[in-house]
Structures are given as structure tokens and as C-alpha cells.
């Protein structure tokens, strides 16, 4: 993982990811982590009507972020269910 980017939390992710089983956050985490490689790993997909905002699959999660490539940034927005998420 050689990545000069680095992950920053909104504070109601870090909540959504404490609530979870073990697995669920080991996955969670696992997939985070694939953001920071080059390019990019995981299920991504541009928000439609978001500008700037993306979307991470990981199983029945998703994880909505954006990249800032100039602080080399990535800002975790949000973490929650599929169904749930995009409300």
C-alpha cells in the first residue's frame, strides 16, 4: 500500500463502524484500505446528481466519500447500510 493519500472520518462513520460485529468492521476496514492503493481498488462508482462524491461497495455496505487530490485527502462522508445510505 504506497499511497501518499490519507483517510479522514466523519465522525457518524466512526459510529456506524463501532456498532458492527468484528467481521463486518474487519471487511469494512479491508475495503477502506483499498482506496489508499493506485489506482483505486473496490466496487466505485460516481454518485449521480453529487458532484465530486463516490460511492464504495463493500458487501451490503456503502461507503460515500470524495477525493481531495490536491491535500491528497480522501474524506470519509458516510458509512451505512444500502438501503439506508443514499436517504
Do not use: C
Not at 472520518?9 to 459510529?15: D, F, I, P, R
Not at 465530486?52 to 477525493?67: D, E, H, K
Request: net charge positive; glycine share 10%; hydrophobic share 35%.
Amino acid at each position: 500500500m504506497n499511497s501518499d493519500y490519507k483517510l479522514i472520518y466523519h465522525k457518524s462513520a466512526v459510529k456506524f463502524i463501532a456498532k458492527l460485529e468484528t467481521t463486518s468492521q474487519e471487511r469494512i476496514v479491508t475495503g477502506l484500505k483499498g482506496l489508499l492503493s493506485k489506482p483505486p481498488e473496490g466496487d466505485i462508482k460516481n454518485l449521480k446528481g453529487h458532484k465530486g462524491l463516490y460511492r464504495l461497495r463493500i458487501g451490503s455496505y456503502r461507503v460515500i466519500f470524495n477525493i481531495d487530490h490536491e491535500e491528497q485527502i480522501i474524506y470519509i462522508e458516510a458509512i451505512g447500510n444500502r438501503g439506508d445510505i443514499y436517504k
